[in-house]
């Protein structure tokens, strides 16, 4: 029996690369829009940067679709290692005006240009650490009972692996992309089979020490507390009173989300229509992109960006459920987790549900590490799509057993 050999292309996975292709779409007609009124001498600069970016990151994630699960593996701790590397260069290698402005060393300048933010790359190599040594945790205590003892040992062991980014997000001042970190730390444990008999207390901990902060932000001194004697940052603490009273403080500190906020209600169902800005508000290119989408084609609009984002999370899932690895499982589970945590605190913060925190809308906010990490993400799915297929097309291939019959003569 003969087997037609299949072209890589027809291995491709086309149902995941769509809702993504038609989210970079909306991104670069949001940011058209956005710096025509805000920039509109550099529309074409920004713009064009943002689809070279793209072109970078489909190259990258086309190259990484080819990745098989032991490239992958063995390829894993220099990543993480190269990602650490790379993100001490923000403290030494900074521009004193994005500090002064944003309050966090997290982009490399050199000269006075503004680079990369590493803490978008290391995320992925996050992602992958954390699944290698999950998958090399259960092989080793594969024939022992799972018990608390071994469950705390697997949340120690992954919090090793979490602590130096923690400490250099620390250094850096940058609050929002750590929570990532915690949200994608979060997703994996819950995945690995972690008795509830530690989650329950941790999140009930967690519930209490929240709203002992809160507690404490709007009682008469808490914020000069927090400030003083805990060292909380000043910009962290306008983010927060932003949140609780976006137009209290409307003309001074709270202006961008009090904007933003007009904005989207602006839009109404269907929008103001294309290219249409009746309010100022500072970068809606990058992270208050939302405010841009929501203005222009109203609720609508919004609704069908949020749609790709669930066609795309959906997809992610079959393949994940598809593949039978366990290393693909965990990653994919991180990926999502990561993606999940940006859409809802990105959408979040802009519609006033959330603090802002700075995080990027995935594929439609401008910013080349953003996207390009996101995109090698997607290649990560595509390659475990990739093999998937691979893996089927062995399964057709092998050879019928053929049971022997022998016939004896009759006398």
């Not at 190269?82 to 060393?105: C, E, H, Q, R």
């Not at 805990?230 to 009173?241: A, D, F, V």
Request: some cysteine.
């Amino acid at each position: 029996m003969s087997y037609q050999r299949r072209t890589f292309e027809s291995r491709i996975d086309y149902s995941l690369i769509l809702p993504v292709l038609i989210l970079l779409a909306i991104g670069v007609l949001a940011i058209y829009i956005a710096v025509s009124h805000d920039y509109p001498d550099n529309v074409w600069n920004i713009v064009g940067q943002q689809i070279a970016w793209i072109a970078v990151g489909f190259l990258i994630s086309f190259i990484v679709m080819f990745f098989n699960t032991k490239f992958l593996w063995q390829m894993t701790p220099y990543l993480y290692v190269l990602g650490l590397g790379l993100m001490v260069l923000p403290l030494i290698f900074y521009n004193d005006s994005l500090v002064a402005s944003t309050g966090a060393k997290n982009w490399i300048a050199v000269g006075g240009v503004t680079l990369f933010q590493p803490s978008e790359f290391m995320k992925i190599s996050y992602i992958l650490m954390l699944s290698r040594l999950l998958v090399q945790f259960l092989q080793k205590h594969k024939k022992e009972v799972r018990t608390l003892k071994l469950d705390f040992l697997l949340i120690f062991e992954l919090g090793l692996l979490t602590l130096p980014v923690l400490l250099l997000l620390a250094l850096q001042s940058d609050l929002g992309t750590a929570l990532v970190f915690v949200a994608i730390y979060c997703g994996i444990i819950l995945l690995s089979g972690v008795s509830w008999k530690i989650i329950l207390p941790v999140f009930l901990t967690g519930a209490v020490l929240l709203s002992a902060f809160l507690f404490i932000f709007i009682s008469d001194g808490g914020r000069a507390f927090l400030h003083n004697t805990l060292g909380m940052p000043t910009y962290q603490i306008n983010r927060i009173l932003a949140w609780l009273h976006p137009f209290d403080y409307a003309q001074t500190t709270t202006y961008q989300q009090a904007q933003g906020q007009i904005a989207i209600g602006s839009g109404g169902l269907t929008g103001q229509g294309f290219n249409v800005s009746n309010l100022l508000v500072p970068v809606r290119e990058s992270d208050m992109i939302f405010t841009v989408i929501a203005e222009d084609f109203g609720f609508l609009g919004s609704t069908l960006v949020i749609v790709l984002y669930l066609l795309l999370i959906y997809r992610m899932l079959k393949i994940t459920i598809k593949s039978n690895n366990q290393f693909y499982t965990y990653i994919s589970t991180g990926f999502i987790m990561m993606l999940l945590f940006h859409i809802f605190e990105n959408i979040g913060a802009v519609t006033g549900i959330l603090p802002l925190t700075g995080i990027p809308l995935p594929f439609i906010s401008q910013g080349g590490s953003s996207i390009i990490s996101n995109l090698i993400g997607v290649g990560l799915l595509l390659s475990f799509s990739y093999q998937n297929t691979l893996h089927d097309e062995r399964k057709e291939k092998l050879p019928l057993v053929r049971k022997k019959v022998v016939l004896k003569k009759l006398k």
